[in-house]
Every structure is written in structure tokens, then in C-alpha cells.
């Protein structure tokens, strides 16, 4: 295999990894949204939650109450 086969793989390989995690941050995002701005806060902030909800939907659910108008600091509380 040449050199420019393997930079041909490593790039799809690469493509495929961040297609596969856009996927999964946009179904996500389409099961977080139809949450209501209290489970949402819940998630983000109630600290029992924490071993419940992983990190990656904490972080979505915390841009979701970013664009209904949330501050940093309302979403630190």
C-alpha cells in the first residue's frame, strides 16, 4: 500500500468517526428539544442527575437552554 492509499483510508476513516458523531449529536439534540425548560435545567444543574445523564446530553440540553434565551449564570445555579 502506497502512501497516498493510507492518507486515502485515514481520511475516511476520519470522515466516517465525525459523520457518525454528528449523527448522534443531532438525535440527541431532536430527543432533548422536546424536552420542557425544567427537565432541561434539571438535567444540566440538579447534581443527583449526574450518574443518570451522561455528559453529552448535558451538554446539549445546556446549548437547547442557551438558545430559549438562558444566561451561563442561570445555567450555573
Known sequence: MGFWDTVFDLGKKALSEGTKQTKDVSNRL??????SDND????VTDKSWSSTVDSKDKAVARQILKSRGYT???LRK
Not at 40 to 43: A, G, K, Q, S, Y
Request: hydrophobic share 30%; no cysteine; net charge positive.
Open 72 to 74: 451561563d449564570e442561570q
Open 30 to 35: 431532536s430527543k432533548l428539544k422536546r424536552k
Open 40 to 43: 432541561l435545567l434539571r438535567m
